[in-house]
Nanobody
Framework: QAHLVESGGGLVQPGGSLRLSCAASGISFSIYVMAWYRQAPGKQRELVAT???????NYANSVKGRFSISRDNAKNTVYLQMNSLKPDDTAVYYC?????????WGQGTQVTVSS
């Protein structure tokens, strides 16, 4: 059974950094496209970044140049390095694993950017 667990969220001041992790189990991790989404209060969930099985990456315009997605297939883990954080980055961050018609979500981790 697939299981994704995010960690690394918290409270950070504007301009600060956080590194989110998403540990996967129960799937053949290396073949999955992995993605980070976020959902702010009162807003729709939005795609933040993706990384393919061959580590090609893509980012939402709002985070380009500030966020970096990476994966460690040996650890079945995907990361999201977030730098130069802004209050608008405040949201619950979710990871998602996608392969053909299969997709799995984690439970989310809260990121709050505030002084």
């Amino acid at each position: 059974q697939a299981h994704l667990v995010e960690s690394g969220g918290g409270l950070v001041q504007p301009g600060g950094s956080l590194r989110l992790s998403c540990a996967a189990s129960g799937i053949s991790f290396s073949i999955y496209v992995m993605a980070w989404y976020r959902q702010a209060p009162g807003k729709q969930r939005e795609l933040v970044a993706t990384i393919t099985s061959d580590s090609s990456t893509n980012y939402a315009n709002s985070v380009k140049g500030r966020f970096s997605i990476s994966r460690d297939n040996a650890k079945n883990t995907v990361y999201l390095q977030m730098n130069s954080l802004k209050p608008d980055d405040t949201a619950v961050y979710y990871c998602k694993a996608v392969f053909v018609g299969l997709n799995y979500w984690g439970q989310g981790t809260q990121v709050t950017v505030s002084s």
